[in-house]
């Protein structure tokens, strides 16, 4: 089945270690998209890719990191720098960056 | 950057009942979405609708793109309508950035 499809579901890392959380998606989207939510909160954009081998920083890029050397595939590492780092991740992609996003499942990830 | 705002924050309903979700927002956009949050948190496209209107069953929406805002109807509510509502904006003159609103909670009552 085509979509996005983001793992694990939950994740529990100690401090001081860095995550990395999976985006992988066969829709043939250029564009892929990294998503903070807080409990009560809306969704606040870490980091964005329009094609491959490029992404710019969001409005919460400070302890968290990037790569997309495919277009397929968009990790997202969080790193022992970010210093409040339960949320639920939303990872998400267009077809490019101006038309309609799909988002994946989510991963939940908590500190322990 | 841009700003959206929504309202009501919070609606609860009666089963049958109608309800209009509004979202603001402060500028100039070239893509807005409605998604629904459901209680597992997956996030599920309603509307890409930067402008005009659509209708999908018993939702609808309307952007009046020029008076920046966009409401959301939801008509004879059900319980499965439960859930997080959110507006989604990308400003016309941003490279990708889709930026969301605080979102309105909707509880249904049977």
């Known amino acids: 089945d085509g979509g996005i499809t983001q793992s694990p579901k939950y994740l529990f890392r100690k401090e001081g270690q860095n995550v990395t959380l999976s985006c992988e998606q066969n829709?043939?989207?250029?564009?892929m998209y990294w998503y903070r939510q807080d409990p009560g909160q809306g969704l606040r954009l870490i980091y964005y890719?329009?094609?491959?081998?490029?992404?710019q920083k969001g409005d919460i890029a400070e302890g968290y990191s990037v790569s997309r050397e495919k277009k397929e595939s968009f990790p997202l590492t969080v790193t022992s720098a970010q210093k409040n780092p339960t949320a639920f991740y939303l990872c998400?992609?267009?077809?490019?960056?101006?038309?309609?996003?799909?988002f994946g499942q989510g991963t939940r990830l908590t500190v322990v | 950057g841009i700003q959206v705002e929504q309202s009501p924050p919070d609606l609860i309903l009666q089963e049958g009942a109608n309800s209009t979700l509004r979202c603001n927002f402060s500028?100039?956009?070239?893509?807005l979405q409605w998604f629904h949050q459901n209680p597992w948190g997956q996030l599920i496209n309603l509307f890409y609708?930067?402008?005009g209107t659509k209708q999908n069953g018993r939702l609808s929406a309307t952007t009046v793109a020029t008076e920046r805002y966009s409401l959301l109807y939801i008509s004879s509510s059900q319980t499965t309508d439960s859930g997080v509502y959110f507006c989604?904006?990308?400003?016309?003159?941003?490279?990708?950035?889709?930026?969301f609103g605080q979102g309105t909670t909707l509880q249904v009552k049977p």
């Open positions: 998400a992609s267009s077809v490019q960056a101006y038309t309609e996003a799909f």
């Open positions: 829709l043939n989207h250029d564009a």
């Open positions: 890719s329009q094609i491959v081998n490029d992404f």
């Open positions: 500028d100039s956009v070239n893509n």
């Open positions: 609708i930067p402008s």
């Open positions: 989604a904006v990308r400003g016309s003159g941003n490279t990708g950035k889709l930026i």
